[in-house]
Every structure is written in C-alpha cells, then in structure tokens.
C-alpha cells in the first residue's frame, strides 16, 4: 500500500511501498483511510526537526490527524463495528509500571517521556492507505461529521484546554451564576492567539462554551480569518490595529488566553495583560530562538496579586476526543458554512511535497487517501 514517510538519515520525504498491516490481536481494528490533516508539527518532522522512526527501521510514516472507516475487526472488538467512521488517538502507553498516568490510560501525562506516538514518535501515521490498531484506541465519530471529521485531532488541543481551565478555576468562586439556556462560561472573556486551526477551532470551542471570545493575530482586517472567526459570533482583533499593551483596555479583564501560535515573545507580552483571577494556557511550542527579555518582577507580582495561573497543555485524552466529536457536531450545526471553511484544501497523496514543505497556504490542508 502507499504511505508518505520521512527518512531521517537520507533527510528525505517519500511516497513509498509499504507493507498493510493485519490484524494482530483479538482486539485489533482494520481502518481504510479516509483522510488526513496536515499540520505544524508534520512539516517540521519533514524538516527534520523531530520524527523518530520505529526501532530498528530507517523510516517513519507520517500522519496523526486522521479520519478512517472500519473494515475489519479482531473477534474481541466490542466499542466499534464495520462501516463506522472513527478518529483513532495519536499517543500511545509508555511500557512502565511507575507511570501513573500510562497507568491510567493517561499517557497525555506521561511521566517517562518514553511514550510513543503514531506518525511523530517510533510509531508509523496514518498517511497511508490501512492502518491497525487496538479499539481502546478508536473514537467513532457521526457519519454526518464526514467531510469534517478529520478536525477532531486538532480539536482536542482545545477540549483538554478547556476541561482543565474549569478544574483549576475550582479554586474560585468562577461559576456564572446559573442562566437557563446560557452556557457555563457566558460571563467570561477569553482571547485565542493565533488565526491557525488550533486557534480557531480553540475559538469556537470557547464560544460553544459561553466566553465572549477574541481572536488576536497579525493580519488586519478585513481579511477572510477575520471573517470567518465573526461567522460564528467571536470578534477579531488585529495586532497591527491594536498592540498587545492596548489589549485589556479594548476588550476588558481577560478572564482566559489560549495561545496557539508557539511565538513565546508574543505569549508573554500579553500574560501582562491578564485579568484578576485569570489563566493562561500554552499550547504551541516554540522552535529556540534567541532569549528576550521578560520582566519577570512584574510577572511575578501580577501572578501573586492576581491570583492568576499559567499552564501547558499538550496531546489528548480519550475524554477531550469525545469532547471534540461532541462540539464538531455542535459547531456543524450552528456554523457549518464556518467549519467547512476551515478545510481550505484537499490533496491526492503525491502531492505530498507542495503540503508538507510548506508551500501550500490556507488554513487547514488535508490529503484525500480515499473516499
Ligand atoms: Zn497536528
Ligand atoms: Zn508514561
């Protein structure tokens, strides 16, 4: 069957051969591939930044957004059937007995760093034709989420984002007071940084939650993230109309920020921004660049006297896959025009080297493997 790999060694990007795998145990589930999303984090793997084959093998198949369609199923398999869609998890178990969090199934906590990851980390992606793996693994997604179901992955930055926000503002008296048919964030405001997908799809996770939400990024408006971010009822902000100093005082106490554009310089310039009781969450990385100055004395006092939070985030749980599922529906049904228009293009396999090495523009890209 064909896959898109890298080669780290020979530092090249190839659509191969590669073997199909089978089913290897009573709980193993075949999927044809229907689709995969190409994000940040695939084109530095194709820049050789990070991307480690299996052990033992010279290459590594790529790929962890996905959407697939279930083919076969070992005679163990109880949570999917054949014909269902599903979102398979990219993160899989470090091996040791001491990982609490491997141990509970929560290897997105990972303690070891020995945890591996499918299409990213000793572990082949989904950038290929079949794929196996165990069902404890697989989230069944509606067919009518088809056409956008591959968005669930990205989407999961957001949900686990969102579920810790709630748990660590149990320290406070944070809950809106109760308004029938108002969501439970409806009297907070939360900025999303970066116009990318993880920032929109953050966006609308958030509304979908209640906050009064801003997307901050660098393009000027009118500019069609601008539009498509007020299509489903948050409000843009350009940094080049209003600088990060002017923040608070345009949009009022910022109650979250959710970074997702990995440029630290950004990031803590705006933290001097954040409201009373407040939380900032990180999810990008940053490639190293040269140190900037922070004046962390200010920081330092306005964490204190502010009581606020700042936390990193990374990967998902199966619970923030089935959040995702939940709110792609909900975001198709009140926004669908808005959704869709996140997918701004759709590729055949051997167009790999335009997506993955960073020519091709739009918001979310995805490889159509089959239909
Ligand atoms: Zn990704
Ligand atoms: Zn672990």
Redesign the pocket.
């Known amino acids: 069957m064909k896959a898109i790999a890298v080669f780290p060694q020979q530092k090249q990007i190839r659509l191969i051969d590669h073997p199909a795998p089978a089913l290897a145990s009573p709980t193993d589930v075949k999927l044809r591939i229907i689709e995969v ?1 190409v ?4 084109k530095e793997i194709c820049a050789f930044e990070y991307g480690t084959p299996p052990p033992g093998e010279d290459h590594l198949v790529i790929g ?2 996905s959407l697939g369609e279930v083919v076969e199923i070992g005679p163990g398999v109880k949570r999917v059937k054949r014909g269902d869609l599903v979102v398979p998890m990219v993160r899989r178990p470090c091996p040791h007995k001491e990982c609490l969090a491997c141990q509970e199934g929560r290897q997105d906590f990972c303690y070891t760093n020995d945890f591996t990851e499918r299409g990213i980390k000793e572990r082949h992606g989904f950038m290929t034709e079949f794929v196996v793996d165990d069902e404890r693994y697989m989230n069944v997604v509606p067919a009518e989420l088809r056409d956008v179901g591959v968005l669930v ?2 989407l999961t930055i957001a949900e686990k984002a969102i579920t810790q926000i709630w748990q660590v503002q149990q320290r406070l008296p944070w809950a809106c007071p109760l308004e029938p048919g108002k969501p439970a964030g409806y009297c907070h405001r939360a900025v999303v940084l970066g116009a990318g997908p993880v920032g929109l799809l953050g966006a609308m996770a958030l509304t979908v939650s209640g906050f009064e939400t801003y997307v901050y990024s660098r393009e000027e408006r009118p500019n069609p993230k601008a539009d498509l971010v007020e299509s489903f009822g948050a409000k843009y902000i350009s940094s080049t109309t209003t600088p990060v100093e002017q923040l608070a005082g345009q949009i009022g106490n910022i109650d979250v920020v959710y970074e997702a554009v990995g440029a630290s310089s950004l990031a803590f310039a705006v933290i001097e921004q954040l409201g009373m009781n407040a939380i900032f969450v990180f999810t990008g990385v940053p490639g190293r660049k040269a140190p900037i100055e922070v004046d962390t004395d200010r920081l330092m006092r306005n964490l204190v006297l502010k009581n606020q939070v700042l936390f990193g985030s990374v990967n998902a749980s199966r619970e923030a896959f089935e959040a995702a599922i939940n709110d792609l529906g909900i975001f198709m049904k009140r926004w669908p025009k808005a959704v869709r228009g996140l997918i701004t293009g759709r590729f055949a396999m051997d167009a790999y080297s335009d997506l993955l090495l960073g020519k091709a523009g739009g918001i979310k890209n995805v490889i159509t493997i089959s239909h």
């Open positions: 999303g994000c940040g984090t695939d962890h957004e992955e990205p």
